[in-house]
């Protein structure tokens, strides 16, 4: 693209259908979060995580095949859903795993192996997203989704003493 595309009213659409989607995603996210405690005592805490990382995965590599940019609002929601459990029930999974005196140092290890992998794509992700997917962003977002369908199945293998006693 070329020339002051950012006040063309095509650009200002996008950005207004960008911002509705991520509003969506925030208030089910906010929505949901408030519910993970009553699900997990429902269905258990791994099949609460895995079926919301199910829902992120569907919803990431819906949007690929998506047309229609008003419904990335419902792509939105499996986002969200994802969203909400990822930032709560990896801490649930391991809090339980873990003795109590040791549960500081744990947790700052466990963190650690989550911000690592962000800080690698910051430097790297738009290198592979250039080489790797050819300038097209809508590939990481489908692999993306495939790695959250790929998480999904996993975290029902992670051992939970509450559960395997």
């Known amino acids: 693209l070329t020339g002051d595309y950012t006040n063309s009213v095509e650009y200002n659409e996008a950005g207004n259908k960008v911002s509705s989607a ?18 997990a005592k429902w269905i258990g805490k791994k099949m609460t995580h895995s079926v919301s990382l199910l829902a992120g995965g569907i919803g990431l590599i819906s949007i690929y095949f998506i047309k229609d940019p008003e419904m990335l609002n419902y792509a939105m929601i499996g986002v969200g859903l994802a969203w909400a459990s990822i930032l709560a029930m990896p801490y649930v999974l391991l809090s339980g795993s873990i003795p109590a005196g040791k549960l500081g140092i744990y947790m700052g290890i466990f963190n650690f192996f989550i911000t690592l992998p962000q800080i690698i794509n910051g430097f790297v992700g738009g290198s592979i997203v250039k080489y790797l997917y050819g300038g097209q962003p809508i590939y990481a977002l489908l692999m993306a989704g495939v790695f959250f369908v790929l998480a999904a199945i996993s975290v029902v293998k992670v051992y939970d003493p509450s559960v395997n006693k």
């Open 22 to 39: 991520f509003g969506v995603y925030s208030l089910v996210s906010m929505f949901y979060a408030l519910c993970l405690p009553f699900i």
